[in-house]
């Protein structure tokens, strides 16, 4: 067979040699040991938390290491493309801070080893298509979906392995002059690799799993599809070699194909970048409590899996990173304990910490991850980063932060100081509910008086107490005068009095002070009553308890 004639006829097109194309993308000048990475999302419309989690990795790896990071938009795909795309991943990354060195940006790229879009890229793909054509290594493959099909079933019918390979693979040796033919007559074909038929083994040295030996690739698998545009087996070692990329960070739903991308790299005399096959995302379900498994996060039934979901719901950027580091990286959970106030940038992130098997997202583990965090940051953070969320979410409650910077900065200092800060923050959209009392626009008295009260006692209450407040007073002063009130309305001043002898009390001051902080804010689950009042002022204490009588 003259493969040079074949190259020829199926590539007329493309002159430039392979020396030429490597020569476009020159090494990259970097300090010893630094990481190339990469994220390469398909713009389907759908970032997965597993986009981020691939991302931090990474980011961390090249970042720690004085390399790069870039995103690369694998668009091989077109029937899964939707408009708009590559804009979702991008905000969605930004969102996270995520930062790229190189990459596919909105209108276009930043990077000189672009582009980074992989159908621009179809050009240097037909290069090393025609090499390897010419090397005997690719051949053109006119089979119709029918009669690939078909192959198909009588393999599984006879029990041996399907796909295209060996005897089944027809068009492996067609004649010039059938392939000529069937060009002219316009006959859709696609390029397909000559796989050897072996039974060696490959070992890869996986930087998450360890070795991992399977059998060498033996199939005709396709690097080009009818339309020219590569599979993402041919995409991805044309475009890491090209890019230089240094680690592969992907999902280990690609292990079953690296085969294939090994027999590759090994085709065109290329050395294989380092893989590491990530955990996928697991949660715990069942039917019930005592009866839970784990299971893959589906994209149908978990609404988690999106990032999306955590955008909308105001999960703390930096409380999903921090989720994210703890699933990554066994000793994260312990270096924050020894770094309190670190920034988790500096936490030493590494490969050999990772798991390997199933990494569990659990959404309460999440919140609880992010009331630390929340109440780690300063009261100007949290309203800057709380702000910058409703803007997009919540419109009208950005403005009311607006109006009143100084009451808000005022509200999230509450319970702020002390040994014991409160936490009550998990989230933005939590906090809009859980802060919306401050402003008189949002609040609502939601929770009823306590039942035990009767409404005599609780107008005489709240009389007694407005008559004496004394917005002045400072805690302990004011403290002593919902003591002394409490005594003399017959309420047990201390709680384990009333315990004790229920029925010599009203009830006790857990009783008075609930009311207090119903009648103030809604809920009897709020913060400090005295540091409260100052936040809302004494025209607003006067007037919310003046309801209730
Ligand atoms: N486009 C592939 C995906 O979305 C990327 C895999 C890779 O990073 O190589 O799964």
């Not at 069937?182 to 039974?199: F, H, I, M, Q, S």
């Not at 319970?415 to 009550?424: L, T």
């Not at 008075?512 to 913060?527: D, F, V, W, Y």
């Amino acid at each position: 067979m003259d493969y040079q004639a074949l190259a020829d006829l199926l590539f007329p097109g493309v002159t430039e040699r392979r020396e030429e194309v490597e020569a476009r993308f020159p090494r990259r000048v970097l300090p010893e040991g630094a990481c190339v990475t990469r994220i390469g999302p398909s713009p389907t419309g759908f970032v997965h938390l597993g986009n981020l989690y691939n991302a931090i990795i990474g980011e961390r790896l090249a970042h720690q290491s004085g390399g790069v990071f870039y995103l690369r938009v694998e668009d091989t795909d077109q029937k899964r493309e939707v408009p708009g795309a590559v804009e979702t991943v991008l905000d969605a990354m930004a969102y996270f801070g995520v930062r790229f060195d190189e990459g596919a940006t909105v209108d276009g790229d930043s990077g000189a080893y672009g582009p980074y879009r992989q159908r621009q890229r179809k050009d240097i793909y037909h290069v090393f298509a025609k090499w390897l054509v010419e090397q005997g290594k690719a051949y053109p493959c006119f089979c119709t979906a029918e009669e690939l099909d078909a192959v198909r079933a009588q393999q599984t019918a006879a029990k041996e392995t399907t796909g295209y390979y060996g005897k089944y693979a027809v068009c492996r040796d067609l004649p010039l002059e059938t392939v000529r033919a069937n060009l002219a007559a316009g006959k859709p074909w696609v390029l397909r690799y000559r796989g050897e038929t072996t039974d060696e083994r490959i070992c890869v040295e996986d930087a998450i799993r360890g070795r991992l030996e399977m059998p060498r690739n033996s199939m005709d698998f396709v690097l080009l599809k009818s339309d020219g545009i590569p599979t993402y087996h041919f995409a991805h070692v044309v475009d890491d070699h090209l890019m230089q990329s240094t680690y592969i960070i992907r999902g280990e739903e690609w292990i079953a194909s690296l085969p294939m991308h090994i027999e590759l790299f090994r085709a065109l005399g290329w050395p294989e970048p380092i893989y590491c096959h990530t955990a996928t995302l697991m949660k715990m379900d069942g039917a019930s409590k005592r009866k839970l498994s784990k299971r893959k996060l589906s994209k149908r039934k978990d609404p988690e899996l999106a990032l999306s979901y955590y955008q909308q719901e105001g999960i703390c950027q930096d409380a999903v990173w921090e989720f994210l580091l703890t699933l990554l990286n066994s000793n994260f959970e312990e270096w924050r304990i020894a770094n309190p106030q670190a920034d988790y940038h500096d936490f030493p992130f590494t490969l050999e910490k990772m798991a390997s098997s199933g990494a569990l997202v659990d959404l309460e583990k999440l919140e609880n991850i992010s009331k630390e965090v929340i109440c780690r940051m300063s009261a100007g953070q949290v309203y800057d980063k709380w702000l910058a969320w409703c803007r997009l979410y919540q419109p009208q409650f950005a403005a009311l932060l607006e109006r009143y910077p100084d009451k808000t900065l005022a509200a999230l200092n509450v319970g702020k100081g002390g040994a014991k800060p409160r936490k009550d923050l998990t989230g933005w959209k939590q906090a809009c509910d859980f802060m919306r009392f401050y402003y008189d626009e949002t609040f609502t008295a939601e929770e009823e008086m306590p039942a035990q009260v009767d409404e005599a006692t609780r107008k005489a209450f709240f009389a007694g107490y407005l008559e004496r407040y004394d917005h002045a007073a400072d805690s302990a002063a004011w403290f002593a005068m919902v003591k002394e009130l409490t005594g003399e309305l017959g309420f047990a001043v201390k709680p384990k009095d009333y315990k004790k002898h229920p029925e010599d009390y009203k009830g006790s001051i857990v009783h008075t002070t609930n009311m207090l902080r119903i009648a103030l804010t809604g809920h009897a689950n709020a913060p400090d009553i005295w540091e409260v009042s100052h936040v809302l002022g004494e025209e607003t204490v006067r007037a919310r308890l003046e309801r209730y009588l």
